[in-house]
């Protein structure tokens, strides 16, 4: 008679012990249907800019009254300032960062560390304190795999990341300035540095694009990364029915990257077709009076409103026909897109980054090809001249909306946190 296998016999101990006492029974029970989601944990969110303006900024205040509402502690730690040019020893191994987190981490005790951004001010110096916490990090943008943050080449097209390019200054931002130039290669060692360990402390990566989890891949070398996009709360879901006002939106941080002047040179053409058409941008930035100057030189100044930083854009969206995200860069996920859509605003951006996988041209929205102003005035025209398209857009765009859920976003990031 062939002898039994192992879980055989586990299998019939099991049995044997539950008849005989009732109460095992039970307790296998309660712990199959245990779920370790529900327990609390410490959670320390780390990022180079607090309280600045912008996507991650949002998403991080968001984050936190998400865990937070479930049960969950969880503190910020940034810097004490914003970062300053004469901080780059700083960028190389922080000191001050490393101090104040090892400080953080031995009062908080947090069991997960999750980093948002630590090249810029921190350094690598902040993945060393909290050393039985689980580190976890999100890359939101392309700092890690380009100095120079932009990942586009000088012809314009898009770059793969670190690489020959990188040596022989081939960027395109490099090209608009000088001290471009002289920043990118003295960030080049640094990012070398931060990118090797990086991938020494860290036991999980997350993006919230495909674009985003596939660049860092070939990047950086690294395979324990999970897509995570955004999230939007059900209360921010609001369907608000179109004006027809026939005015486009541009809101966001007003510098070279974010393609601004590629919206103002489209909008001449718009106007032959759409004498009625207004532009508002929303936003502030270094570039603000160059804009300016721009406008009143393309003889458009009296229909674009440069409307300042919006702190609850919510009425500026309502306002708005269509919303544009012209970027020139690599935008991992604009905050932005995913705002418009929760309102009903079907959007029009570049071919960029992870913009296509939220934007499904002809039905929620348009790309076009990177810094091609015309074809941008192409999609506008197409949408304001044509209410019945711009309705159904609207709808469309409001649903894609609704699949960014704050549950299964939670859901999903908790396994991340104890796996």
């Known amino acids: 008679m062939p002898s039994k296998c192992p879980w055989d016999l586990r299998a019939e101990a099991t049995s044997a012990l539950t008849e005989t006492f009732p109460i ?58 914003e970062s300053r040019p004469s901080d780059y020893l700083k960028g190389v191994w922080n000191i001050a960062s490393w101090l104040r987190l090892r400080r953080k981490t031995r009062e908080f005790r947090p069991d997960v560390i999750h980093y948002f951004g630590i090249g810029r001010y921190h350094s690598a110096s902040v993945l060393f304190p909290g050393r039985k916490a689980r580190r976890v990090m999100s890359f939101r943008d392309t700092h890690l795999c380009c100095p120079e943050t932009w990942l586009v080449r000088r012809s314009g097209a898009a770059c793969s990341g670190i690489g020959w390019t990188c040596l022989n200054g081939g960027c395109y931002r490099s090209a608009i300035r000088l001290k471009y130039l002289l920043y990118h290669y003295l960030n080049l060692p640094i990012l070398a540095l931060h990118r090797l360990l990086i991938k020494l402390r860290v036991q999980a990566f997350i993006t919230n694009s495909g674009y985003m989890a596939a660049l860092f891949q070939e990047s950086l070398q690294v395979n324990r990364i999970t897509v995570l996009p955004h999230f939007i709360r059900k209360s921010d879901l609001r369907f608000e029915r179109l004006r027809h006002t026939k005015i486009v939106l541009y809101i966001g941080r007003l510098s070279p990257e974010k393609g601004v002047e590629i919206a103002l040179r489209a909008f001449p053409k718009v106007l032959q077709r759409v004498p009625e058409a207004k532009l508002v941008i929303a936003g502030s930035g270094p570039i603000l009076e160059t804009l300016r100057r721009r406008a009143e030189e393309l003889s458009i100044s009296d229909r674009v409103d440069f409307a300042g930083w919006v702190e609850k854009p919510e009425t500026t969206y309502s306002g708005a026909d269509v919303v544009i995200i012209p970027s020139i860069c690599q935008d991992a996920f604009p905050w932005a897109a995913l705002e418009a859509m929760s309102r009903g605003r079907p959007v029009i951006a570049g071919e960029v980054g992870g913009l296509p996988e939220i934007i499904e041209p002809g039905r929620n929205g348009y790309l076009f090809p990177l810094g091609d102003s015309a074809a941008l005035a192409d999609r506008i025209v197409a949408l304001l001249t044509d209410e019945i398209a711009l309705e159904a857009f609207s709808k469309k765009a409001f649903e894609k909306a609704n699949t960014y859920r704050e549950d299964n976003h939670y859901d999903h990031l908790l396994r991340i946190y104890r796996s």
């Open 24 to 81: 095992v029974k039970t307790l296998i029970s309660d712990a199959e249907s245990w779920d370790i989601t529900r327990l609390p944990m410490k959670i320390l969110l780390v990022n180079d800019t607090i309280g600045a303006r912008g996507g991650v900024q949002t998403y991080l205040d968001l984050l936190k009254e998400s865990l937070e509402g479930r049960g969950h502690a969880v503190e910020l730690f940034g810097p004490r300032r």
